[in-house]
């Protein structure tokens, strides 16, 4: 009998079984965060706060 290799796709190297959709997770959140940035019309047009690290800057 043959051997048999299953892909994953979307596994990340030397993740757990359980973060099987990680790296698609993080793809479509920057996909996301980009299709917003790109389709804004108010960035720059009002007063924008950055919170970092639980904190506003």
């Known amino acids: ?3 048999i290799t299953i892909a994953a796709p979307g596994l990340i190297q030397g ?3 359980a973060d ?3 790296l698609f997770l993080k793809m479509y959140a920057g ?3 980009t ?3 790109q389709t804004s019309v108010t960035l720059g047009r009002h007063i ?3 919170i970092t ?3 506003i800057d």
């Open 20 to 22: 099987r959709l990680a």
């Open 31 to 33: 996909e996301t965060i």
């Open 35 to 37: 299709a917003y940035t």
């Open 15 to 17: 993740a757990s079984p």
């Open 53 to 55: 690290s639980g904190e």
């Open 1 to 3: 009998m043959a051997d």
């Open 48 to 50: 924008e706060r950055h």
